[in-house]
């Protein structure tokens, strides 16, 4: 068998967004990740504050436990989709934001 991989240009809707991915512990060195985009818009006005209250309130261990199922799901935090088990401390948030020439960017959270 052979082949070849073929690099080619971003199409314009993975263009102009921010790609959030969460990665969180659900049993102890179980880590599980999740991973959604959002429009500018969407990451600024609804998105971005929700991460920052998530670093600062909710980074210790087995802090996750405490948002309730509305707020843990609205976030998108990962979950094992086999038992319905929330993850119980979260372990990192890598933003990325992919610009209008499809450059990739690192997003850093200043938080005060």
């Not at 210790?60 to 119980?88: M, Q, S, T």
């Amino acid at each position: 068998m052979s082949y070849r991989c073929v690099l080619k240009d971003l199409e314009k809707s993975e263009k102009n967004k921010f790609v959030v991915t969460i990665t969180a512990d659900l049993n102890d060195a179980d880590f599980l990740t999740s991973t959604a985009s959002y429009s500018k818009e969407n990451f600024y006005y609804r998105v971005a504050g929700v991460l920052a209250d998530l670093l600062i309130n909710y980074s210790e261990r087995y802090d996750l436990l405490k948002l309730d199922d509305g707020a843990y799901a609205e976030i998108g935090l990962p979950f094992n989709a086999v038992d319905g088990n929330k993850c119980h401390s979260l372990e990192s948030i890598k933003v990325i934001f992919i610009d209008e020439q499809g450059k990739i960017r690192n997003v850093n959270f200043n938080l005060s």
